[in-house]
């Protein structure tokens, strides 16, 4: 499972940082005339990659070859039809600013370094968000809809009831969403330290177990993390070691009880509750066929599958394409499966149990990254996101605080087991249909 920031698709260092000027109103500072020029041409670069040496500077083509740009180039194109121009938006100094990027059907916003010396090369170019230019939550629909693949999509508004559907497409179809079950793993620290169960500084010992990739891979048997610091890394950033450290610190049995506390129509899908470990290694194990004896295997069988041979093979042992090679694995099977209805439910559980001061921990982690576009979030009051990806999957899921004080959900997924599906594409129509859906 790959890490999903949809707001920060990164296409270059961040060579921003050494000409960072004073603060300044953003009206007060103009352009260099080598700026402008490079944005002007930044409009054929992202079309045919000709001028590529010429254009980019020697420290960002060593970080970024043109077999590696060319790729991302070629998905913003595939997901978003051709470059029409490029627009300076705003400067912090002469040499460092933000472009308005057009493609025929979305605006990408971008940070742009040009070097200050000749022949004033770009050394750094950051796409921040990208935009679909569709105007209506129908027009969002019906492009979902036409994505190859199968998709799902809701609009809520939340209340004192049950939630009320705004806009659907598909929302009781189960989906596998990637990260976004981590949704989950939360409700059950809310629930514990809700409860008095637990509490957000309670203190968790590294006890040297095997973890996936993340911030904790590395820290040595002993040290201790805050369940505050493991949730705001689970969903800030969706770090897949603080999330496995979580489940175990809550206990399997917990979350799975959670399911049908929270809504999810279908549970036992989602029994034995993986981490993403245990994903992993059924996902990316070959020898002994550990996928197709847990796919055979009944809800007990599973279990004991998980507790003794999925926990003793090691990690070494996943195979180093699984992922990278941009191909769908089991996605129908082997995943955690929620409908945008599920999610829906979720969320609402989320917002009606963290409405007092003692949640105000919980809602502090849903914040921290909003996941959709920066003129889509200021449209809220408050945005709390989680989503998750993989080849073939894609999910992000929302909920959201009118600045009239009304809430609401916004859901999507995307899933095609047979190829991989568009990050890019799929997150543009989420967060235009954020900006759209706003009262």
Same mark, same amino acid.
């Given at each position: ?11 270059? &260092?961040?060579?921003?940082? !050494? ?6 109103? %953003?009206?007060?500072? %103009? ?27 020697? *420290? ?81 629909? %019906? ?63 590294? @006890? ?30 969706? @770090? ?62 599973? +279990? ?9 093979? &090691?990690?070494?042992?996943?195979? &180093? ?17 929620? *409908?945008?209805? @599920?999610?829906?439910?979720?969320? @609402? ?13 919980? +809602? ?24 998750? *990806? ?47 859906? !706003? &009262?």
């Amino acid at each position: 499972m790959r890490l999903l920031l949809p707001c920060l698709l990164v296409l270059a &260092p961040a060579a921003a940082d !050494a000409q960072t000027a004073p603060a300044a109103p %953003a009206a007060a500072i %103009a352009p260099a005339p080598a700026f402008e020029a490079r944005a002007k041409e930044l409009t054929t670069l992202l079309t045919d990659l000709a001028g590529y040496d010429g254009f980019f500077s020697p *420290s960002f083509r060593a970080a970024i070859p043109r077999d590696k740009f060319e790729p991302l180039r070629a998905s913003l194109v595939e997901a978003n039809g051709p470059v029409t121009g490029v627009r300076v938006d705003t400067m912090t100094s002469p040499w460092l600013g933000t472009l308005e990027i057009d493609y025929r059907d979305a605006v990408a916003m971008a940070t742009m370094v040009v070097d200050s010396a000749a022949p004033h090369q770009v050394s750094g170019l950051r796409i921040t968000s990208v935009a679909s230019r569709v105007s209506s939550i129908d027009a969002v629909s %019906a492009a979902l809809r036409a994505l190859h693949g199968n998709t799902g999509f809701a609009l809520a508004k939340l209340g004192a009831g049950a939630p009320r559907l705004l806009a659907s497409h598909q929302p009781d179809r189960p989906f596998a969403i990637g990260s976004a079950f981590k949704l989950i793993i939360l409700a059950e620290l809310v629930r514990a330290t809700n409860a008095g169960e637990r509490k957000w500084d309670d203190m968790v010992t590294l @006890d040297g177990s095997e973890l996936p990739g993340g911030g904790y891979t590395m820290k040595p048997r002993g040290a201790q993390v805050s369940l505050r610091e493991l949730a705001t890394q689970m969903i800030s950033i969706s @770090d897949n070691s603080a999330t496995d450290i979580l489940l175990r610190t809550l206990g399997r049995e917990r979350v799975e009880a959670m399911l049908p506390v929270v809504g999810v129509k279908d549970p036992a899908r989602n029994r034995p509750f993986l981490g993403t470990l245990e994903m992993f290694k059924l996902k990316g194990i070959e020898a002994n066929d550990l996928a197709g004896r847990w796919l055979a295997a009944d809800e007990a069988g599973r +279990r004991a599958l998980l507790d003794g041979e999925v926990a003793k093979t &090691p990690m070494l042992l996943i195979r &180093p394409t699984l992922f990278r090679d941009g191909k769908p694995v089991r996605i129908e099977q082997i995943e955690w499966f929620l *409908s945008p209805a @599920d999610l829906v439910r979720v969320m @609402d559980w989320l917002r009606r149990n963290t409405e007092e001061p003692k949640g105000a921990d919980a +809602r502090a982690v849903l914040s921290k990254n909003p996941g959709i576009t920066p003129a889509a979030a200021g449209k809220w009051q408050w945005v709390g996101y989680k989503g998750g *990806s993989e080849p073939g999957v894609m999910n992000m899921t929302l909920l959201l605080a009118a600045k009239t004080g009304d809430w609401y959900v916004l859901t999507g997924s995307w899933n095609d087991p047979a190829q991989a599906v568009s990050e890019l594409r799929f997150a543009g129509l989420i967060s235009r249909a954020a900006e759209l859906a !706003a &009262p």
